[in-house]
Each structure stands twice: as structure tokens, then as C-alpha cells.
């Protein structure tokens, strides 16, 4: 099991290897990534993959959705609920942030049998987020993708 430390470390490291992965990028793909992070399907948008933006965005989000409505909107937990969740959804960029100030004051009285699933929806979404910016970061290193017009 983790330990408290351990808890505090796992975003502290993620966020470094967020950063140098960054850091690393090309212009183009530091680009796709941030928009890939802060909306799913953004950083597909914005190197020209509508197709694939539509496939994240309409994947990832309405799961995400999903996860809110049957959690009874109490399912974002940036660490004050449920920790281990927190991560599992730093991911989500501008859908979690957005989430977390939202429903800042909610709390769990009763977790029914829908909230393990309400949790795992919305954690499931967010990192499969990370997918889509792997997916983000090799498209923009390609030379498809510094010269769009050569697509068409």
C-alpha cells in the first residue's frame, strides 16, 4: 500500500516527467501537447487530425460525464478524498480543474455501489488522456505534421 509520502512524491515526480517531457518537445509538439492536456482532442485539433480530436473528445469526455453523473458529482477528488483517484485524474487537464472548483464543497455520505464505478469512469477517461498525448507527441514529431498542406 502507499504511504503518505509516497502520495505526495507521485504527483511531485509526474509532474516533473510532465515537464521535461515538455521542456524536450519541439514547438509544434509542446503546442499539441499542453492543448492535448487541457481538452481532450485539442492537440489533435490543432495539428490538423479533426478526425482523430472528434474520436478523443467524444470518448473521452462523455466518460468523463459519466463518471460525474453516477458518482453523484462527489467523484473528482483532487487528494482530499480519495488520493490515489486525485492522480488517476490529473490527466483530465481543464475537465478536472474545472470539475474539482465546482464541486469543491461535495462530500461523500454514503458511497453507494455506483461510486467505485463513478470513480473508475472518471479516472479511466483522465488517463486514458495520457493515450492521446502520447498519440499527440509522436504526430507533431512526423514530418506529416510540420507540413499539413502536404497531407491534403
Known amino acids: 500500500m502507499l504511504g503518505p509520502l509516497a502520495l505526495k512524491l507521485l504527483p511531485v515526480l509526474a509532474g516533473i516527467g510532465f515537464l521535461w517531457l515538455i521542456l524536450s518537445a519541439n514547438p509544434l509538439q509542446r503546442?499539441?501537447?499542453l492543448?492535448?492536456?487541457l481538452v481532450p482532442g485539442l492537440g489533435h485539433w490543432i495539428l490538423g487530425r479533426k478526425d482523430r480530436a472528434l474520436f478523443f473528445a467524444l470518448t473521452l469526455v462523455p466518460t468523463f460525464v459519466a463518471g460525474l453523473i453516477l458518482g453523484d458529482f462527489a467523484t473528482v477528488s483532487p487528494f482530499d478524498r480519495h488520493p490515489i483517484w486525485g492522480?488517476?485524474?490529473?490527466?483530465?487537464?481543464?475537465?478536472t480543474a474545472i470539475t474539482a472548483l465546482l464541486t469543491k464543497g461535495a462530500?461523500?455520505?454514503a458511497a453507494d455501489i455506483f461510486y467505485s464505478t463513478a470513480q473508475l469512469y472518471t479516472g479511466a477517461a483522465c488517463l486514458l488522456n495520457i493515450l492521446a498525448?502520447?498519440?499527440v507527441h509522436d504526430l507533431a514529431r512526423s514530418p506529416q505534421a510540420e507540413a499539413p498542406e502536404a497531407r491534403a
Open 31 to 33: 503546442k499539441a501537447l
Open 35 to 37: 492543448g492535448a492536456w
Open 87 to 95: 492522480l488517476a485524474q490529473f490527466p483530465g487537464g481543464l475537465m
Open 107 to 109: 462530500s461523500i455520505e
Open 133 to 135: 498525448m502520447c498519440d
